[in-house]
């Protein structure tokens, strides 16, 4: 069983351990660190921001696996990223990541549907979405494939 927690400034050394991944750094440019000084401005943004709702995936030994970054857009959605580490995929964690931060958004803010935005070449993530999570792409641009659900439609 996983948790999210809100990321807090002393989460920066942790942070920086997986977000490292090479997979972090090709399909997900945002969370990536390749120093402390990032990690921590990374952490600083996520705490400080009132446009984003960031939260850390934690295991049962409460080691930070991931994140689920949740960036407000207009008419109600917020464009949600995520990313585990690379030691911990295929066991779930993941999806029940996304399942508590939907449930999360359905219960405590104004927004109503979530939207992933996933890189073409992002292969094991749009198998992710399609599959695991039974979200659909509703269009595409240059860059990436953008699904949409509504936050109260996970479950």
Known sequence: MIRLERFNLNDANAYLEIAQDASVEKFFRLAYCKDLEEAQDLMELCVDSCNY???????????????????????KVMEVSYFISAKVRRKGYCKEAIYQFAKYISENTKYKELEFCIRHANKPSKSFMEKKLKVRPVYMTKDFIHYRKKASEFN
Not at 53 to 73: C, P, R, S, T, W
């Open 53 to 75: 709702d960031a939260f850390k995936i934690l295991d049962e030994q409460n080691q930070i696996v991931g994140m689920v970054l949740g960036e407000k857009k207009p008419k």
